[in-house]
């Protein structure tokens, strides 16, 4: 079994929700204490009327009116009290479903700001796991503390105090009984909470790879692996099996330790109020009280001892989310940045250094590159020179080791990343689509748009064709990722929400890949008129798309080898820019 190398403090995080809430809670305390109150004071009504009947006479109208009394009084206390009882679990209902809440909001968020690193290298379908099971769990702790452990803690202090004066003999064997059982109860839970530990690493394994494999179904079915897919998901959950088998047997083999530890106490403390009877110590209604404080002790600290493990249970399922909300923002706005303010849209990277987290070697070093207000540069070279690279860090996704990157003389790492990717459009060569509407897709740039400006963009990237055929047009959901359009729709659609969110500075991240010829004319209009008086960068290896620009980079290794026209860099014979054009097929360049 493998452990986290720090547990996380789950009481200090919760305490950070929950205080917000402390008169709620402090009026539920309240209610729990009253409740024992009345748990620890019936039985001396029962006591009063079966010791009035045992030495009175039957048919004697003032024993019965007395008896028939205290039971009465013993109802209705116990009725009493159980309306509190209900009503403390009201009160901490109400606080766990806004705690609940908080967290879940504060996790999501904290989730989208992580960087791109975690996600890359984190299956989103096991941290969607790991914040949802935590989560959950969050109820069950808050429900622990305060309806189990509480409650328990008041009514053995409640118990020990009234026998200690009662039957301080009982009052000694019991609290040694209390050492004795928890001490065993806790050290064996400890123990047990190494093994839910170990099979939630396996739970979370399991549902990473479903979701991993649900979401590439369509190469799932390509190849035809659903078989081999079965037979891996299967392997996996073998394995949750035999841990998930393992923390049950266990766990089954503690609570019958605890139960036997809590038989043999019982026998002892009963036998001992036995003993006092006999010689005249209690009468039958005090042997009735210890017994019965004899059980309900017995019964809550056997409580204690299954709730101790429910709990930690799910404190070990509540780390593992705590985990992410302690993650660190590798990318963070710094504590005085100021928004970006676009004049010009002159982009500048100046001796920028750039290595990935666990990279052999360098992607940038002392790179520096201007471009030019208005300027539309294309950038071009082999897979692995540092296109995407300079996307991404022009977007911020990643901070440079050195060096800096600068919008109109603005460096990017003193500005909110909010101004900054406001700032910026960008069609990546696989857009991402929500399982949302049409519309809502291509209005997400530009929230609040009208149904007319949504038309316009779509007519403008020539989404429009596809669109009206529809059934529900503009309103047609689109499947998770954009799964029901083809990869030429789901382009247009992103160069689309380009179009509506007319930003200073846009990026085409090879935009026109997976257009057809006839729509890639269209949209070379719609780019042209979209590129017009903002500086554009293209990544592309597609001719068509850049020839037209002011200027072309030749990226290899990190470093721009050849910068000129389209025309300029066709003269070089040698260049690395005519070899890939001479290469290319189908208005690709190869790779």
Known sequence: MSRP?????????????????????????????????GTLAQPFFYKNAIDAIVHGTPGDPVVTRYAMLMVSLGIVVAALFLIMDQ?????????ESRVMRAIWA????????????????????????????????????????????LPAFVLVIGLMAVLWFYAPIIGIAMLIGIIVFSTISIALNLWLAGYFRWTDEQDTKVSANM?????????????????????????????WQHRQW?????????????????????????????????????????FIVVTYYVLQLWNRLFDIGRNTREFLKAKSHCEEMIQIAERPLIVHDAPDATSLMV??????????????????????????LTIRPGEKVAVVGHSGGGKSTFVKLLMRLYDVNSGAILIDCQDVRSVTQESLRSSV????????????????NIAYGKPGATRDEIERAAKLAHAYEFIEVLPKTYDTLVGERGVKLSGGERQRVAIARAILADRPILVLDEATSSL???????IQEALGTLMEGRTSIVIAHRLSTIKRADRILVIEHGKIVEEGSHAELLTKEKGIYRQLYELQAGGFIGE
């Open 5 to 37: 190398p720090r547990t996380p403090s789950v009481f200090k995080f919760l305490w950070k929700y929950v205080r917000k809430h402390l008169a709620m809670l402090i009026a539920m305390a309240m209610l729990q204490i009253l409740s024992t109150v």
């Open 87 to 95: 009503l403390s679990h009201l009160s901490i209902a109400w606080v």
């Open 106 to 149: 504060d996790m999501f968020a904290k989730t989208q700001r992580l960087s791109t690193s975690f996600h890359v290298n984190e299956f989103a379908g096991a941290t969607s796991r790991k914040i949802g099971r935590g989560v959950d769990t969050v109820e069950g702790i808050l429900d622990r503390i305060c309806i189990n452990f």
């Open 211 to 239: 979701v991993d494999t649900i979401s590439a179904n369509a190469l799932v079915k390509s190849f035809a692996s659903e078989d081999k897919e079965d037979a891996r998901h299967d392997a996996g959950v073998a394995e």
């Open 246 to 286: 393992t923390s049950w047997w266990m766990a089954t083999s503690f609570t019958l330790m605890q139960f036997l530890t809590l038989i043999f106490l019982e026998l002892v403390v009963l036998l001992l109020a036995v003993h006092l009877w006999s010689v005249g110590r209690f009468t039958v209604g005090g």
């Open 343 to 368: 004049n010009k849209g002159e982009v500048r990277f100046d001796h920028v250094h750039f290595q990935y987290e666990r990279a052999t070697h360098a992607i940038f070093n002392d790179f520096s």
């Open 425 to 440: 459009a960008l069609v990546p060569q696989d857009p991402i689509l929500f399982h949302r509407t049409i519309a809502e």
């Open 516 to 522: 057809d010829s006839l729509s890639e004319q269209y």
